[in-house]
């Protein structure tokens, strides 16, 4: 077996604290690894970067060659696009949506979504929003550590206990916070998976799920079924644009109801009588 992956971002938002959690639960699960980081300006907002290799044989090298990495794990949608190159073909793009606008000429935000949202193999979302809803903003690389969970080579659990091992020093709140974010994180990739299996487009399930607030537990069944069914209806690419377009995060649970209503097209009279 072998693993390998890409963790991005910019200086501050915690890359290096994502790949000391993954280090360690891969050490606890008896996998070899290699790590090389690469910081940048780390401390003016400059991109940092850290390949993390993981085989069940001893690594020679921490270099991740063209098409050969199985995920990218970042805290910027930019950082993200930087590394794609590195992708295998089925490789996953796991990432936050929150822009850090560090550079004069960053692009424009609805041509990058563009690019992002085509990516096949994408769990993206709003981990700087769901990290505030779990109590600390600065969870967000907790959040996409929780999401790329179900993709790593060994169980949530072990992640989750070297979680609390890195926090440990900061108290119970912080443990908890960071904790609840990583398991918002699970539930959102997870919630997304179920939502593709379902035949739902990807680029839908990135605009729909990149501005729902999930709960630290997994979406029930019910929950699933009823948005498959709302994102599988003939207007749901139109749907799914508007809901990303205004920007509002949203319950899980507050929207579900739009699955059983039909559009004002369907439900006038004029329709009836078509």
Not at 92 to 105: K, L, Q
Not at 147 to 153: C, D, E, V
Not at 222 to 236: F, H, M, Q
């Amino acid at each position: 077996m072998n693993y390998d992956l890409v963790i991005s971002g910019v200086g501050g938002q915690g890359v290096l604290s994502i790949a000391w959690v993954i280090d360690h639960a891969a050490h606890e699960a008896g996998l070899y690894l290699k790590q090389s980081e690469v910081h940048g300006m780390a401390q003016r907002g400059g991109a940092v970067s850290a390949f993390v290799r993981i085989s069940d044989q001893p690594v020679a090298s921490s270099l991740i060659a063209d098409g050969c990495a199985s995920m990218v794990i970042s805290v910027e949608p930019l950082e993200a696009l930087r590394y794609t190159q590195l992708l295998k073909p089925d490789g996953w793009i796991v990432t936050d949506i929150t822009p850090m606008v560090n550079i004069g000429n960053y692009p424009n935000l609805a041509a990058l979504y563009s690019v992002l949202f085509s990516a096949p193999h994408l769990a993206a979302m709003d981990a700087t929003r769901l990290a505030k809803k779990a109590g600390n903003v600065k969870a967000q690389n907790m959040v996409v550590l929780g999401a790329a969970a179900m993709h790593l080579p060994f169980s949530a659990d072990l992640l989750e206990r070297q979680v609390a091992a890195l926090f440990a020093s900061k108290g119970e709140r912080a443990i908890k916070a960071n904790i609840n974010a990583f398991r918002k994180g699970d539930s959102a990739s997870r919630f997304a998976a179920a939502l593709v299996a379902s035949g739902v487009g990807s680029d839908v399930v990135a605009k729909v799920v990149s501005r729902l607030y999930f709960p630290p537990n997994p979406v029930a069944q019910a929950l699933v079924n009823a948005w498959a069914t709302r994102l599988l209806a003939a207007d749901a690419a139109q749907a799914a644009q508007s809901f990303f377009d205004k920007g509002d995060g949203v319950a899980i649970d507050e929207i579900a109801a739009l699955a059983d209503q039909k559009s004002e097209c369907e439900s006038s009279p004029a329709a009836a009588m078509a």
